[in-house]
């Protein structure tokens, strides 16, 4: 199982050079890769892993999630493309569909039809980033045209994806799933086979698709204060449907449960565990805001990558 961090660009005030830093030092401690979040308020991570990418050699990058609802199949492909085209090809990208309470009252984009709004999408991008003409009239999403982005390696599609049906489109149609809030028994119960079951139903092997998994991570000796810092700080994914319905299917009573914590040999023993469940790339979340617990979660975590 490969082990991997996010990386951290959603500062207050967006700087560049802190994160072109912050991912050296990622690099410099020997991870392959990085995952960096999209929130709806932060700085496009596209971009920011574009111009670090640029600066900080062969370290791969993965989006976790970019919201398909604000962006047309064309311009997403035209993005990432372009991204492969300046940092070598390096990205992986992962799409999702956000959340309800974001794109209408946010957005003002419906959130009615999430299966078939997926399919659609997909059915414009993924021929755009092979570098194919597209002709997809759908009902929610059209796609048509191609672009002149030639000779650029198509970053292999993610989806984030919890539900059955979601996990049917990625086992069928991408690289695999991203996900978070998700536990141990979920994960192998649940997820893996989900998705493997809906490749080989799709003529593909089961190891054709891949589960990345996020969860909060701290390696420390206050367990319990972890804990609680970890409810506090993911508490607004016990109000959003999909993340709330993965909490309850485990067991957990909130994020905090959720969350990898304790000394060295109990944190490694829980990341190991995931890796026996199905899982092909743990993604720690480094939560802890003391600098010293983080950087010894990080070392820890570094020792765990396969």
Not at 75 to 104: C, D
Not at 259 to 269: F, K, L, M, Q, S
């Amino acid at each position: 199982m490969d082990v991997s961090v996010v990386w951290t660009i959603n500062a207050r005030t967006a700087s560049v050079d802190k994160a072109v830093e912050s991912l050296a030092e990622i690099q410099e401690e020997g991870f392959r890769r990085v995952w960096c979040t999209q929130m709806p308020n932060e700085p496009d991570a596209l971009t920011m892993l574009t111009v670090a990418g640029w600066e900080v050699p062969e370290i791969e990058f993965g989006t976790s999630v970019l919201p398909m609802q604000v962006q047309h199949p064309m311009l997403l492909a035209q993005r990432a493309l372009t991204t492969n085209a300046i940092i070598g090809p390096r990205l992986h990208l992962g799409l999702g569909l956000s959340h309800q309470v974001v794109t209408e009252g946010m957005w003002g984009v419906s959130y009615k039809r999430p299966v078939q709004r997926t399919n659609e999408y997909l059915d414009g991008l993924l021929p755009l980033l092979n570098g194919e003409k597209v002709s997809s009239a759908g009902e929610l999403v059209t796609t048509r045209g191609a672009l002149t982005i030639a000779d650029v390696p198509a970053p292999p599609v993610y989806l984030a994806a919890l539900g059955p049906k979601m996990l049917g489109i990625a086992g069928s149609r991408t690289a695999g799933t991203v996900t978070w809030m998700t536990g141990p028994k979920t994960l192998r119960d649940h997820i893996a086979p989900t998705l493997r079951t809906a490749a080989e139903a799709a003529g593909r092997s089961a190891s054709d698709v891949r589960v990345v998994a996020m969860l909060p991570v701290s390696v420390t000796d206050d367990a319990d204060g972890a804990r609680a810092a970890a409810a506090e700080q993911f508490a607004m994914y016990d109000n959003l449907p999909s993340y709330k319905a993965m909490l309850d299917r485990e067991g957990f009573t909130g994020p905090g449960d959720a969350a990898i914590v304790g000394d060295e040999a109990t944190v490694a023993d829980r990341v190991r565990e995931l890796g026996a469940f199905g899982v092909d790339e743990f993604v720690g979340i480094l939560f802890d805001r003391d600098r010293e617990t983080r950087a010894r979660t990080r070392a820890l975590l570094r020792t765990l990558d396969a």
